[in-house]
């Protein structure tokens, strides 16, 4: 194996080695340890391009330490894109089998065979439940060893009633203003069923018609992060063929809504993500454009459609409430002030500003099943912010960080909603 087909030297020369982005590394804050900095990070990329240093065992461990949280990139003079660097390492790392076989078959069976399934997920999840409510499967690390440790950790899975797909056209409340797509998703329907619908029903409220097309799926986004490109290009392919032909009321591409945050910021960047399959470059470089998170899309649109949905109304919620930027929200999408604007639009929603809000809470896609012990580490230094605001609702915009907060706040014995912004805005609309 050459070694820069495992690395893309030419990204890790933008390095100047400034130590900026030293301590947003939840991983370098943990350790103290350079090479589980981001700067350590490129070097050692850039020392296994120029074959100075084998891709070995090692190597792919500091690789799948990061978090992909990309705090590193906001705060990067160079414009280093460790998203980007690190899918594509992982990805050498995993078409060269640098991974123990029973890691390629968990993988393979989980990314390949499941996720892209919704009723393979559905069984899956009612089996998962199942399992759950009787305490089988907090047996699994005496049964199955280091490799059903994660088991336990696993969210818990609600009753069928809260989960279920979106329908596939939910009209306007009153005059149609405007028609989009949303993206139901792999896990959403099954996890956060009720976070989708709450999405639905803002967006009906505002005048807008709404598309979930049964037969998209997975968006892809775990698989690019964890280093299957092959599989996250043919997703792409897939969720691109089931959106693009929507078109607004004047005949234009719709906005394709995404209330996700880790899956928005993998979507919008679908146009590099096929940029060399001639079949797909335009189509999915077009559709890309098209790509806005659930806020952004809220925060652009006439602002007399949300007061009007949101008139004499107010959202029932414990005391002030704090944002947590997602970071694939923040630092992936760039998408900051939208989310706070809105919850400024609430009545009821008394916000105070969570410190450091825009570092990792621990979640990043499967990380905190693969690594519990500094996911938890990571998440304690947020609570402890938390803890100092005294909120009694966190708001935030993706499923993974919505799960690792609400885990958390349970371990630290906090009394703290945690929800998602739809289903703040949601919430209001019942009132
Ligand atoms: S992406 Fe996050 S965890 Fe990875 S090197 Fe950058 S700051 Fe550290
Ligand atoms: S901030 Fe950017 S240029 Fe500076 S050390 Fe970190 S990755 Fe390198």
Redesign the pocket.
């Known amino acids: 194996m050459e070694p820069s087909s495992l690395v893309e030297a030419a990204r890790t020369l ?8 030293l301590n947003t590394c939840p991983t370098y804050r943990l350790t103290g340890v350079e090479s589980a900095g ?2 350590g990070r ?1 070097h050692l990329m850039r020392a296994v391009a120029e074959g100075e240093l084998e891709a070995d065992a090692g190597f792919a461990e500091e690789m799948n330490a990061c978090l992909l949280c990309r705090h ?1 990139e906001s ?4 414009g ?1 894109r460790m998203g980007t660097m690190m899918e594509f390492t992982r990805g050498g790392l995993e078409r060269h089998g640098r991974r123990p076989l029973w890691s390629r078959a968990a993988r393979w069976l989980g990314f390949r065979l499941v996720l892209p399934r919704r009723g393979l997920v559905s069984v899956l999840a009612g089996a998962l439940r199942l399992a759950q409510r009787s305490g089988l499967v907090r047996l699994a690390p005496a049964l199955l060893g280091s490799r059903g440790a994660g088991l336990p950790h696993l969210p818990g899975v609600p009753p069928a009633s809260e989960r279920g797909a979106l329908p596939a056209r939910t009209p306007a409340q009153g005059e149609t203003h405007g028609r989009v797509g949303v993206l139901d998703g792999c896990v959403m329907p099954i996890l956060f069923g009720r976070v989708n619908r709450a999405t639905v029903r803002v967006l009906a409220a505002c005048g807008f018609e709404v598309h979930s097309p049964p037969r998209a799926t997975c968006c892809g986004s775990l698989h690019a992060h964890n280093g299957d490109l092959e599989a996250a290009r043919s997703l792409a392919r897939g969720t691109i063929a089931a959106h693009e032909d929507l078109l607004d009321l004047d005949g234009t591409p719709a906005p394709i809504v995404v209330n996700s945050a880790g899956c928005g910021s993998h979507m919008k960047e679908y146009g590099e993500l096929l940029a060399d399959d001639p079949a797909w470059s335009r189509r999915a470089r077009d559709f890309a454009a098209r790509v806005v998170d659930f806020s952004e899309h809220l925060a652009a649109s006439p602002d007399d459609l949300l007061d009007a949905a949101l008139s004499g109304r107010s959202a029932d919620l414990a005391g002030p409430v704090v944002w947590d930027d997602p970071c694939h929200l923040c630092h992936g999408q760039g998408v900051r002030d939208q989310p706070r604007s809105l919850l400024d639009r609430v009545s009821g929603a008394e916000r105070v500003d969570l410190a450091e809000s825009e570092s990792c809470c621990g979640s990043a896609g499967v990380y905190s099943l693969t690594h519990p012990e500094p996911s938890a580490a990571i998440l304690d230094e947020r609570l402890t912010a938390l803890a100092a605001t005294g909120a009694k609702t966190l708001v935030t915009a993706n499923p993974g960080c919505q799960l690792q907060w609400a885990a958390g706040v349970r371990r630290a014995g906090l009394e703290v909603e945690v929800l998602h912004l739809a289903e703040v805005l949601g919430r209001a609309l019942d009132d």
């Not at 933008?14 to 130590?19: E, L």
């Open positions: 933008d390095c100047i080695h400034c130590g900026l982005c981001p700067r490129v590193c705060v990067c003079p160079s280093i």
